[in-house]
């Protein structure tokens, strides 16, 4: 008789052999027994069908049966019980720093928001070293439009002029930052707030076609310095793409390549950009042609034949980019599932596409 870990799903076999582990009375003898339990379906005129019906109503009886003995598990049980499965996962990433490009629907959600935040103070609490990247794109809008500045964007680029840079400057590093540090402190962690040239984090250089978007710039040099002193002394750092040149002109970078840039300055062990997509498809017609991990070589082969496009082009960019000065990997993660922070992280699935060197 076939082993019932083999007839249920992944998710509920992973659920059966952590409950044995943590109580050896649940075995599959309790749960995977002979008729009456197990119902046949009708027989049909192909064996293999007869077959295949034969599995799916012995996966669907044995189940329901897993079902009935997960819920006598109690709840302090159950959270033991994943707060173990956790420990390797930890023990991994336990020093270690990680880079989050946060923007999107996770974002504009409260619900999401809320996730991500006690996401990172959670991977904080037992003892990553999370820095927090963030836009504001649909914030600049709103105050623009209430402004009456008009909105323009060319090739994906906001043109941003000298009254534009005043409204970007406000929005992101003293509505949209401050609110963010004040959301992670009342979730129990310490945020401290900065932009690009708090400490001379970022130095930044216009960007080549700055004559057409105005004050868009790249950054030209990171000096972690001011990071690291945060981190050591365990705050979560959250950070604007806000930064000036040499002469203090301030330019707006684009959030992507600063968390870039910053994870390959301080050598993090990974870079995650949450995104509004599920990572990058095999078919981008195709939803759930997902790909779960992939090479440097192979994303460049990807975009080489077309089957990457549009604005996860320079997301995979940035993650070749910082791959290429160290970090030891990239994720382009869904942002529209709750606690996608922590299933990138803390298990072996992911929440997305992870580029690896």
Same mark, same amino acid.
């Not at 946060?102 to 070293?129: H, T």
């Not at 401290?192 to 984090?201: E, F, I, K, T, Y």
């Not at 779960?292 to 993650?319: A, H, S």
């Given at each position: 008789?076939?082993?019932?870990?083999?007839? &249920?799903?992944?998710?509920?076999?992973?659920?059966?052999?952590?409950?044995?582990?943590?109580?050896?009375? +649940?075995?599959?003898?309790?749960?995977?027994?002979?008729?009456?339990?197990?119902?046949?379906?009708?027989?049909?005129?192909?064996?293999?069908?007869?077959?295949?019906?034969?599995?799916? @109503?012995? #996966? %669907?009886?044995?189940?329901?049966?897993?079902?009935?003995?997960?819920?006598? /598990?109690?709840?302090?049980?159950?959270?033991?019980?994943?707060?173990?499965?956790?420990?390797?996962?930890?023990?991994?990433?336990? !020093?270690?720093?990680?880079?989050?490009?946060?923007?999107?629907?996770?974002?504009?959600?409260?619900?999401?928001?809320?996730?991500?935040?006690?996401?990172?103070?959670?991977? @904080? %609490?037992?003892?990553?070293?999370? +820095?927090?990247?963030?836009?504001?794109?649909?914030? +600049?809008?709103?105050?623009?439009?209430?402004?009456?500045?008009?909105?323009?964007?060319?090739?994906?680029?906001?043109?941003?002029?000298?009254?534009?840079?005043?409204?970007?400057?406000?929005?992101?590093?003293?509505?949209?930052?401050?609110?963010?540090?004040? &959301?992670?402190? =009342?979730?129990?962690?310490?945020?401290?707030?900065? %932009?690009?040239?708090?400490?001379?984090?970022?130095?930044?250089?216009?960007? $080549?076609?700055?004559?057409? &978007?105005?004050?868009? !710039?790249?950054?030209? #040099?990171?000096? $972690?310095?001011?990071?690291?002193?945060?981190?050591?002394? !365990?705050?979560?750092?959250? /950070?604007?793409?806000?930064?000036?040149?040499?002469?203090?002109?301030?330019?707006?970078?684009?959030?992507?390549?600063?968390?870039?840039?910053?994870?390959?300055?301080?050598?993090?062990? =990974?870079?995650?950009?949450?995104?509004?997509?599920?990572?990058?498809?095999?078919?981008?017609?195709? $939803?759930? @042609? &997902?790909?779960?991990?992939?090479?440097?070589?192979?994303? =460049?082969?990807?975009?080489?034949?077309? #089957?990457?496009?549009?604005?996860?082009?320079?997301?995979?960019?940035? %993650?070749?980019?910082?791959?290429?000065?160290?970090?030891?990997?990239?994720?382009?993660?869904?942002?529209?599932?709750?606690?996608?922070?922590?299933?990138?992280?803390?298990?072996?699935?992911?929440? !997305?596409?992870?580029?690896?060197?």
């Amino acid at each position: 008789m076939p082993a019932v870990e083999g007839l &249920l799903s992944p998710s509920a076999s992973k659920l059966f052999t952590s409950k044995s582990l943590l109580n050896p009375s +649940i075995s599959s003898s309790l749960i995977f027994s002979p008729a009456p339990r197990l119902r046949r379906l009708p027989s049909s005129s192909s064996s293999s069908s007869s077959s295949s019906s034969s599995s799916l @109503s012995i #996966r %669907c009886s044995a189940t329901q049966q897993m079902e009935a003995v997960v819920d006598s /598990v109690t709840p302090g049980q159950f959270r033991v019980d994943v707060l173990s499965e956790s420990l390797p996962f930890i023990q991994k990433f336990r !020093g270690k720093t990680i880079v989050v490009k946060y923007g999107g629907a996770a974002m504009k959600s409260r619900s999401l928001q809320a996730s991500v935040v006690n996401d990172l103070v959670l991977l @904080s %609490c037992v003892g990553l070293r999370p +820095i927090l990247v963030h836009g504001g794109g649909p914030e +600049i809008n709103n105050w623009l439009k209430r402004l009456n500045i008009e909105v323009v964007f060319r090739d994906g680029l906001r043109v941003t002029d000298a009254e534009t840079m005043k409204i970007v400057s406000m929005v992101l590093v003293g509505d949209v930052n401050k609110n963010l540090v004040s &959301l992670i402190n =009342k979730a129990g962690a310490s945020a401290a707030g900065l %932009c690009g040239v708090d400490g001379r984090l970022l130095t930044a250089r216009p960007a $080549p076609n700055a004559a057409q &978007l105005g004050f868009v !710039g790249e950054v030209a #040099r990171v000096d $972690p310095t001011v990071l690291q002193a945060l981190l050591d002394k !365990g705050h979560i750092p959250v /950070v604007s793409s806000v930064a000036a040149d040499e002469s203090g002109q301030m330019y707006n970078i684009n959030a992507d390549t600063v968390a870039g840039e910053l994870a390959a300055a301080l050598g993090a062990e =990974k870079l995650i950009l949450l995104t509004d997509v599920a990572g990058i498809l095999e078919d981008r017609d195709d $939803p759930k @042609s &997902l790909v779960k991990q992939i090479d440097i070589k192979g994303v =460049k082969k990807m975009m080489d034949e077309g #089957r990457i496009g549009g604005g996860m082009i320079p997301k995979v960019n940035c %993650c070749v980019r910082s791959l290429a000065q160290g970090v030891r990997t990239a994720s382009i993660i869904d942002g529209r599932l709750e606690h996608s922070l922590l299933l990138e992280i803390m298990t072996d699935n992911g929440a !997305g596409t992870m580029i690896i060197g």
